[in-house]
């Protein structure tokens, strides 16, 4: 069956760095749209990161842009989201997802001083 495993989340201080991995199995990962998404607490999920199959096209929220990176590793089937200059607002629950329709269980990322 399909899984989507996330790592990496935490507690970090503002302006600082994270890498969130998302491993893949069940499916054919180097086929496969991959999209990073985030919900904070009392808002909607919302769509952070995009990546094509072959990684060659990517996409991001206004939000991130200039501070979050989306790559991919189709070797590893891993998905990841380098996230820089980290800001308050960047914390939610961070979640990874195949095809629209395939989600991981999430992990959090807390940013505090």
């Known amino acids: 069956q399909v899984q989507l495993v996330e790592s990496g989340g935490g507690l970090v201080q503002p302006g600082g760095s994270l890498r969130l991995s998302c491993a893949a199995s069940g499916f054919t990962f180097s086929n496969a749209v991959m999209r990073w998404y985030r919900q904070a607490p009392g808002k909607e999920r919302e769509l952070v990161a995009y990546i094509s199959p072959g990684g060659a096209s990517t996409t991001y929220a206004d939000s991130v842009k200039g501070r979050f990176t989306i790559s991919r590793d189709n070797a590893k089937n891993t998905v990841y989201l380098q996230m820089n200059s980290l800001k308050p607002e960047d914390t939610a629950v961070y979640y990874c997802?195949?095809?629209?329709?395939?989600w991981g269980q999430g992990t959090q990322v807390t940013v505090s001083s």
């Open positions: 997802n195949a095809r629209s329709i395939y």
